[in-house]
């Protein structure tokens, strides 16, 4: 029988995830596989994106990035459903503001989502995955009708939820890599972060970057990722689309009190590229008022460094320093004041300070098994 000119397209697969009204195009990227689109948002400001899963690839997790293209205008996660229309979750409409389960709720321009979120969430299944987002007008108001919305969906095919590795950019701004003091004291930093990484089952692969491999380095004045100039962020990422977290290392981090000693820029956080994809450290902040690592110092900015990436895994503080908001998981206690909670907290590495007296500081390394279910689904593992 004679086929049908689509049917031969398809069939050999020149045309990949025809959906709906949108297509898709696919891209095979390292074990993993991005697929692109848009969408626009209805007559009620949202709408229902149908992820195409894949038949010859079994996605385990998928990390989104939605951008609102809007000027101005913002978008955020409301639900996840199966391909049979049940409710994984419900986000944005049914979310205890005081222990959120992902960023994604809160709109922002680009917004980073990873399903599942953590242990206990469905697998993904087959056919499509579902996931309604809604968009918010630039004043923040309302919600808005007939935005049209990015879409990049990043999957995996790894079902091992126990291991997994992560490509890590350190980029060193300002010529910073030629003070041979300071480059060994990082170096020692960054073995203290893979050593907290594998401990979780997670080997981080740290490559350095400097301004002879990227002249967008040889800036040296540098917001937290969201703030300040947005090109910088999204040219660095984009110039390192390679599905890396970047790290820029920095002096002092502009527009920001000076005791700061880093930032994520989203929780989860983006390897795709977009303007708040990635973290910032400050090396003045980490090395104390006399500006000299000490070993103590070392093990503070491994710490901190772990505790970034820790944000774009999808780790929350296991509380607040408000000591009134919480992580979402059940194995961080929900303490509520600050010396229970540096007793009970306090050696979490995602504690939300340091702690530290005049002579030293606790070590901060510890993840529960929650945690590490959080990290281990991040779609930038691999
Ligand atoms: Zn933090």
Not at 83 to 92: N, P, Q
Not at 307 to 323: C, I, K, R
Request: contains cysteine.
């Amino acid at each position: 029988m004679k086929r049908s000119l689509i049917q031969t397209l398809v069939a050999g697969g020149v045309l990949v995830g025809l959906v709906g009204c949108g297509g898709w195009d696919t891209e095979s990227k390292y074990t993993q596989r991005i697929l692109t689109s848009s969408t626009t948002t209805g007559t009620d400001g949202t709408v229902k994106v149908r992820l195409p899963l894949p038949s010859d690839f079994a996605t385990s997790k998928v990390l989104f990035r939605f951008t609102n293209v809007e000027e101005g205008q913002t978008v955020f996660v409301d639900s996840v459903e199966s391909d049979d229309g049940t409710v994984l979750r419900r986000l944005f409409s049914d979310v205890d503001v005081n222990e959120m389960p992902t960023g994604a709720v809160s709109a922002q321009r680009d917004n980073h989502f990873n399903w599942p979120i953590q242990d206990g969430d469905a697998d993904i299944g087959s056919g499509k995955l579902l996931v309604t987002i809604g968009a918010v007008t630039a004043t923040g108001a309302t919600l808005s009708s007939g935005s049209e919305i990015d879409i990049t969906a990043l999957l995996n095919n790894d079902p091992d939820f126990s291991s997994g590795d992560l490509q890590v950019y350190l980029h060193w701004t300002a010529g910073m890599e030629e003070d041979a003091a300071l480059k060994a004291d990082v170096d020692a930093a960054v073995e203290r972060m893979i050593d907290i990484y594998a401990a979780a089952g997670i080997t981080v692969t740290v490559t350095h970057r400097t301004q002879a491999d990227d002249p967008l380095l040889a800036e040296g004045v540098w917001s937290r990722p969201g703030f300040g100039s947005p090109e910088g962020w999204l040219a660095l990422s984009e110039s390192t689309d390679d599905l890396a977290i970047d790290i820029v290392l920095v002096d002092e981090i502009a527009g920001v009190d000076g005791a700061v000693l880093g930032a994520a820029g989203s929780i989860p956080g983006g390897i795709l590229p977009s303007n708040r994809s990635g973290v910032i450290l400050s090396t003045t902040a980490n090395s104390g008022p006399d500006l000299v690592f000490s070993a103590d110092e070392i093990d503070l900015f491994g710490t901190t460094m772990a505790h970034e990436v820790g944000h774009m895994l999808g780790l929350f503080h296991p509380v607040e320093l408000d000591f009134a908001r919480w992580d979402a998981l059940s194995d961080t206690v929900k303490c509520q004041a600050a010396p229970g909670c540096q007793g009970q907290l306090g050696d979490n590495l995602m504690y939300p300070t340091a702690l530290c007296d005049s002579t030293t500081c606790l070590a901060q390394d510890v993840l529960t098994p929650g945690q590490i279910s959080v990290m281990q689904r991040y779609g930038g593992v691999r």
